[in-house]
Nanobody, 115 residues
Framework: QVQLVESGGGLVQAGGSLRLSCEASGSTFSIIAWNWYRQAPGKQRELVAAITSGGSANYADSVKGRFTISYDNLRNTLSLQMNSLKPEDTAVYYC?????????WGQGTQVTVSS
């Protein structure tokens, strides 16, 4: 089992920055990839960024060049640095830990970008 606790959401003006954190505990050694998803009202949940246990990162086209995903192995913390935020980035953001068979979700944190 892996437990995930997120923090760092909030309200920011367009062009601003936020940093999301997701503290992991439990069997983190079983995780092969760490992901950030988001879900805007009336839309499906979408993958925003992912990083493998080996450190390889990938991003959705909509956030490439603006968001940076990282994982601190010493602190067992997943982060998402979000710069140049746009109103269309407004959503609930979820961290997700992917094991070979199971996946684990955080509780979600609201990010609101005002124009």
């Amino acid at each position: 089992q892996v437990q995930l606790v997120e923090s760092g959401g909030g309200l920011v003006q367009a062009g601003g920055s936020l940093r999301l954190s997701c503290e992991a505990s439990g069997s983190t050694f079983s995780i092969i990839a760490w992901n950030w998803y988001r879900q805007a009202p009336g839309k499906q949940r979408e993958l925003v960024a992912a990083i493998t246990s080996g450190g390889s990162a990938n991003y959705a086209d909509s956030v490439k060049g603006r968001f940076t995903i990282s994982y601190d192995n010493l602190r067992n913390t997943l982060s998402l640095q979000m710069n140049s935020l746009k109103p269309e980035d407004t959503a609930v953001y979820y961290c997700h830990a992917e094991a070979k068979v199971l996946g684990y979700w955080g509780q979600g944190t609201q990010v609101t970008v005002s124009s």
